[in-house]
């Protein structure tokens, strides 16, 4: 698969206002005058590559700098220093005509469609923005408002709809003119798990007729586990992660959960002895025990310790939790920036 999206070493900094807490009265109402500004790193050097036709996941914790990036891939912002190339050649600043021509975004947190009128009528807008032939317009209308069941409200206006509702139209109208490239961020935000799933599905059905590259940004593990092929992690504006999420488990996850029923016991000292080398046991009554399984210990040796204490029944060993492995691996890196 060719690269679609080439960023090389991305930084985005902003002029904030110093927080000097000893100012005085006098200077603070006049902070205007006096205030100091410093330099807040959003992006510190992102190096990124998008394939063509692939859906990426762009993950973080709150803060890390993912909506920033998305903002200068798409031209809202423009970055400090570092080089965006998409589809070859094109710059998000410098062509912007032919640019937006090519892309679509969605913000989970911001509108691009009209509050105050029908939804048809923002389409219609986009129309003549885009300027989609008559022809194209009501084909394309009718393909996405029936792939994402958005007739019944077609003709209300935004205001009026619901969050899934609107989240929905927002998805059509990025799509509408058949762009290559679709940036996402947080575009499941704040939906029940019924929308959630509609979305999802909607994005892949998409993806695989059209071959549209998505980038998306989201703190819904579902969405990541159900939709991306690949994911790249970042923290404090700069790459921690780059990969698939089986590999990201493997590298990143303490544990795995393991479930064992057993029949009897057989062995009633072994069994106290092996269950005390178990340190996270989240359940234990008669006959059942779930435990998360260390993967750095083999599990296969453990288990046949299992077996000379007790006859099981039944056993299973469950993928380590994707929500999880993300909030070990923030709580790690921010506890080893503590350190620093
Ligand atoms: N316009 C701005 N002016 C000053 N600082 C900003 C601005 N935009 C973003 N930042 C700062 O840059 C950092 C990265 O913000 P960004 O919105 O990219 O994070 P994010 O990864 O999208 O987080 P979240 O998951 O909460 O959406 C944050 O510390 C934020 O406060
Ligand atoms: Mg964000």
Request: glycine letters at 6%; aromatic letters at 8%; a positive charge.
């Amino acid at each position: 698969m060719s690269n679609i999206i080439e960023v090389k070493d991305l930084k985005k900094e902003f002029k904030v206002p110093k927080k000097d807490k000893n100012l005085s009265k006098m200077k603070k109402r006049l902070s205007w005058f006096y205030r100091e500004w410093e330099i807040k790193k959003a992006v510190t050097g992102i190096d990124l590559e998008v394939k063509k036709g692939e859906i990426l996941g762009y993950l973080g914790p709150n803060g890390a700098g993912k909506s920033t990036t998305i903002k200068m891939l798409t031209g809202i912002l423009h970055p400090t220093s570092g080089d965006i190339k998409v589809m070859g050649n094109l710059n998000p600043i410098e062509n912007r005509n032919e640019y937006t021509q090519n892309i679509g975004v969605v913000f989970g947190q911001r509108s691009i469609l009209a509050y105050d009128i029908p939804v048809r009528d923002s389409f219609r807008l986009f129309k003549a923005i885009y300027g989609l032939t008559e022809e194209f317009y009501q084909k394309r209308v009718k393909y996405l408002v029936e792939m994402l069941g958005i007739e019944p409200f077609f003709e209300t206006p935004y205001r009026m709809l619901s969050l899934g509702e609107k989240m929905r139209c927002e998805l059509a109208a990025s799509f509408l003119h058949k762009p290559k490239i679709v940036f996402l961020d947080e575009p499941t935000i704040g939906l029940d798990a019924e929308a959630k799933i509609s979305i999802r599905s909607f994005l892949k059905k998409i993806n695989k007729e059209e071959n549209v590259t998505i980038m998306i940004t989201t703190h819904d593990m579902d969405d990541i586990e159900e939709l991306c092929q690949r994911i790249v992690v970042i923290d404090k504006g700069t790459l921690a992660y780059e990969g698939s999420v089986k590999k990201f488990k493997e590298t990143y996850a303490n544990s795995k959960d393991v479930t064992i029923h057993y029949k009897k016991i057989e062995n009633k000292d072994t069994w106290k002895k092996l269950k005390e080398t178990i340190p996270n046991r989240k359940s234990d009554i008669p006959k059942s025990i779930i435990f998360e399984f260390p993967m750095n210990k083999s599990l296969g040796k453990f288990l046949q310790d299992v077996v000379k204490s007790v006859e099981i029944h039944d056993l299973s060993i469950q993928e380590p939790n994707l929500e999880h492995v993300i909030a070990d691996m923030y709580k790690s890196s921010s506890q080893k920036n503590k350190g620093e």
